[in-house]
C-alpha cells in the first residue's frame, strides 16, 4: 500500500490500476517486480485508499476496462488569523 501511496501524486488525473503499476515500476523496479503479475494486491490498495477517502472512483470498469481514480483533495479551511493583509493593516518591524 505504500507504494501505491507514493505514486499517486505522479498519477494522471484521472488515473487507473495501469497508470498505478507503470509509476511504481518506474519509480521503485524492484517492488515494481514484485508486483508482476498481481494486480489484485495494486487493486485492493486502492479500494482501501478509496474507503479511507484519499480517492474517488470517477468511473466504475467493467470486465477487461479498469476503474477510474482521482485524488480527493480536502477543502481548504481559512481561518480569521490567516487573511490576506490589506493595505490599512499594521505592520510590525
Request: no cysteine.
Amino acid at each position: 500500500m505504500d507504494a501505491v501511496r507514493r505514486a499517486l501524486p505522479a498519477l494522471p488525473e484521472p488515473f487507473n490500476l495501469r497508470h498505478v503499476i507503470g509509476e511504481i515500476q518506474r519509480t521503485d523496479p524492484v517492488m515494481g517486480a514484485l508486483l508482476e503479475g498481481k494486480s489484485a494486491s495494486v487493486s485492493a490498495a486502492l479500494k482501501r485508499l478509496q474507503t479511507e477517502g484519499t480517492i474517488e472512483v470517477v468511473e466504475l470498469g467493467s470486465g477487461k476496462r479498469p476503474s477510474t481514480y482521482r485524488l480527493v483533495v480536502p477543502e481548504a479551511t481559512v481561518e480569521e488569523d490567516f487573511l490576506p493583509m490589506t493595505a490599512d493593516d499594521d505592520i510590525p518591524f
